[in-house]
């Protein structure tokens, strides 16, 4: 029987002091094209400094107790930077500009010529993971609509044909991601949030040229923004049902720093919920019991069966101790909620 409300992170978790410049890293917009300078070993050291770094992210969230293993993201400046910037038709040498969700212009990959994948970006990623865990894994790529939206467009002229471009290189990354052994692949869309006008013309549709032909279990990522970078944030999402008929198996939400109205999620039918139930914007750990008082919500409105309870976002931002107290209150407090539904299904 498989595991009642599974645990998981997003993605990521926070990196090591040893591996990468925390502090320098908190100080600016998530980077969207290289940003190298964030690394501490030098570059002949860096690939098993970030092996290692893996390893120990393996281990605390196998300590923590999570259902469901990610590598951490431990190998990333950002979410989206490091399979952006290894595709075909970028010019990575004079970088374009393009606005935030905030509003602030940031450095950005400059497209200049047909997007195309070279090679296999993250698969190496998912082997290293597979080798060193014998639960479920989970890995993360970024999806096509918010690499469209983090790029200066110098070739297409034309966003739509610029996300369907994205879509075929994620499309060709996620179905190798499935044959190296991922049992879970997250596109990472927080841009369909952020540009939900755009998103209805053709978020839908570059998610779905994403995953055309993809076997396996696939998750979407939505969210409101780092909280230690966004601040100002709106109470509710403004592009959601629209995915109800979207071909992926899970979507994950956040619903605990913006209290959400979950009454939202009955309107994702046949949809797994990736539940975000930590407050990554509070510098203490939930207890237990707020997070599954947390998942109580979800429950309102959605069967445990399509339930996997998880962060808000990622907690790449988030000191390594933090990080861990709130991972582990999370698996706490599911424990919680599963003891009791386990209590009511005994007959009487």
């Given at each position: 029987m498989p595991q009642l409300l599974p645990t998981s992170l997003v993605g990521s978790y926070a990196q090591p002091d040893w591996l990468i410049d925390r502090a320098r890293l908190k100080d600016r917009f998530p980077p969207r094209v290289r940003a190298k300078e964030l690394w501490r070993p030098a570059p002949e050291y860096l690939e098993e400094a970030q092996d290692d770094a893996t390893i120990w992210a393996i281990h605390e969230q196998e300590r923590a107790g999570l259902d469901i293993i990610t590598d951490g993201e431990m190998r990333r400046e950002s979410y989206s930077n490091r399979f952006a910037t290894a595709l075909d038709g970028v010019d990575m040498d004079n970088p374009g500009v393009a606005l935030d969700r905030s509003g602030h212009p940031n450095p950005v990959p400059r497209v200049t010529g047909p997007i195309r994948r070279r090679h296999a970006v993250q698969v190496r990623d998912v082997e290293f993971l597979r080798r060193h865990t014998d639960r479920p894994i989970k890995i993360t790529v970024p999806g096509p609509f918010t690499m469209s939206q983090q790029a200066q467009d110098d070739?297409?002229?034309?966003?739509?044909?610029?996300?369907?471009?994205?879509a075929a290189a994620v499309n060709e990354e996620v179905k190798d991601m499935f044959a190296a052994g991922a049992d879970h692949v997250q596109l990472d869309e927080p841009y369909l949030q952020a540009r939900p006008e755009a998103a209805r013309r053709f978020g839908r549709q570059a998610v779905e040229r994403a995953l055309d032909g993809v076997g396996g279990s696939t998750a979407l990522h939505i969210c409101f923004g780092y909280a230690?970078?966004?601040?100002?944030?709106?109470?509710?999402?403004?592009?959601?049902?629209?995915?109800?008929?979207?071909?992926?198996?899970?979507?994950?939400?956040?619903?605990?720093?913006?209290?959400?109205?979950?009454?939202?999620?009955?309107?994702?039918?046949?949809?797994?919920?990736?539940?975000?139930?930590?407050?990554?914007?509070?510098?203490?750990?939930?207890?237990?019991?707020?997070?599954?008082?947390?998942?109580?919500?979800?429950?309102?409105?959605?069967?445990p069966e399509r339930i996997v309870v998880a962060p808000d976002c990622g907690l790449k931002y988030l000191p390594r101790d933090l990080a861990f107290a709130k991972m582990k209150a999370m698996v706490d407090g599911a424990a919680i909620v599963r003891a009791e539904l386990a209590a009511k299904a005994v007959p009487a």
């Open positions: 070739h297409y002229g034309d966003p739509e044909a610029l996300a369907m471009a994205y230690a970078i966004i601040h100002q944030r709106p109470s509710g999402y403004d592009y959601l049902p629209e995915l109800s008929e979207c071909p992926v198996h899970a979507i994950s939400i956040e619903t605990a720093q913006q209290n959400l109205d979950t009454s939202i999620l009955r309107r994702l039918p046949g949809k797994t919920i990736i539940l975000g139930v930590l407050d990554l914007s509070t510098d203490s750990a939930e207890s237990p019991e707020t997070v599954a008082a947390r998942i109580r919500r979800g429950l309102e409105h959605v069967d």
